[in-house]
């Protein structure tokens, strides 16, 4: 699943950061592959919010639309 398919409240584990672009903008937030990231909210239509070390961030949703996720613990 992507991040902009992801539930309010989900907390999730980066699997996959799509292209060097996406990657890259990822990263400067600190998402990379196996980050641990909480859903604050998923703005429908706009971007999706995450907490991630003590900070929330808004990522716009083409971007989310790239990064794949996976549930906690859903191994």
Do not use: H, W, Y
């Amino acid at each position: 699943m992507t991040l902009a398919d992801a539930k309010d409240g989900a907390v999730l584990i980066v699997v996959e950061t799509g292209d060097d672009e996406i990657s890259l903008q990822a990263l400067r937030f600190g998402i990379d592959c196996g980050a641990e990231i909480e859903v604050q909210k998923n703005i429908r239509g706009g971007p999706v919010i995450v907490a991630r070390n003590q900070m929330e961030i808004a990522i716009g949703r083409e971007i989310a639309k790239n990064i794949e996720v996976r549930i906690k613990g859903n191994e």
